[in-house]
């Protein structure tokens, strides 16, 4: 019984991993437009006022998203095509 990846070559994964990579990159995109269209906004309300626990839940949970997406980015950009052909093409 064949794997389901019998039939992936290198050109398929190349166009399947560049997706990949745009569409994490447009959300990274969006994620920082929205951080700096309302960057004004938290500088009035939240930085500019007396610190809260709700002032804590806000800061990790606006900033802990894009810490997360800055920490994946080595992962989706920093491996070189030529990495990505040789482990393709050593696993067939």
């Known amino acids: 019984m064949g794997s ?3 039939n992936l070559d290198y050109s398929t994964f190349a166009f399947d991993h560049r997706i990949t990579r745009s ?3 447009s ?3 969006i994620l920082i437009y929205d951080h700096l269209l309302t960057l004004n906004a938290e500088i009035k309300y939240i930085w500019s006022s ?3 626990p ?3 839940w806000f800061c990790a949970v606006r900033y802990l998203g894009l810490a997360a ?3 994946i980015l080595p ?3 920093g491996v070189s095509d030529h990495e990505l052909q040789s482990t393709v093409l050593s696993e067939h």
């Open 23 to 25: 569409i994490f990159l």
């Open 50 to 52: 007396k610190l809260r």
């Open 69 to 71: 997406m800055l920490a």
């Open 54 to 56: 709700s002032t804590y």
């Open 4 to 6: 389901e990846f019998d």
């Open 75 to 77: 992962y989706y950009f």
């Open 27 to 29: 959300g990274l995109v």
